[in-house]
């Protein structure tokens, strides 16, 4: 005003019209930001959320497989009575036998299929019931907890007992694993 310009010429209005268009651009863009920011937020929680989502799913996948694997357990564990149940002539006697071989399992180096298998066999030869575990025992210290050679040594006996005497074969078996039994 003082140097020459007047408020009401047309570059002055010009320019006031430029500024309150830019004002009015730049609320726009404020309340777009807002919104935009919100939305980044709304996302960066359900991002969030998903990875909850993923790590529950990931758990209860999990959650799931063990179960499995005890159902399967269960019914593996049902099979062996049912079998002892009938070797013995007595599903109770079976369940009970099954339940001693699984807690003896816990004290040997073999898996339970090993124990099993060797009972299944003593039982077929009648092995007393009461002897299992001390026979068990016995070929377990021999096979030093090898499970191959524990299988083989159970199955020699199981062969020989079926036959009702020893043969040349059955004490190879024991002299080829460095037993000394002539």
Do not use: C
């Not at 060797?118 to 025992?137: E, I, S, Y």
């Amino acid at each position: 005003v003082k140097d020459g310009l007047d408020p009401q010429s047309a570059e002055i209005q010009k320019l006031v019209s430029q500024y309150k268009a830019l004002e009015s651009q730049s609320d726009k863009l404020e309340k777009q930001s807002a919104v935009t920011a919100g939305s980044l937020g709304d996302m960066t929680a359900t991002i969030g959320q998903l990875a909850t989502v993923k790590a529950l799913t990931t758990v209860v996948g999990h959650v799931v497989a063990i179960g499995d694997a005890a159902l399967e357990t269960a019914k593996q564990l049902q099979k062996t009575e049912q079998t002892f149940g009938v070797l013995l002539g007595d599903m109770a006697a079976g369940r009970a036998l099954a339940k001693e071989i699984q807690a003896f399992n816990v004290w040997t180096p073999f898996d339970l299929a090993n124990i099993e298998t060797a009972t299944k066999g003593f039982l077929g030869v009648k092995v007393p019931v009461d002897q299992l575990t001390t026979k068990m025992t016995m070929f377990g210290d021999l096979s030093l907890g090898n499970a191959e050679k524990f299988n083989s040594f159970t199955n020699e006996f199981v062969k020989a007992s079926a036959k009702g005497k020893v043969s040349l074969e059955n004490l190879n078996v024991y002299l080829e694993q460095g037993i000394p039994v002539l």
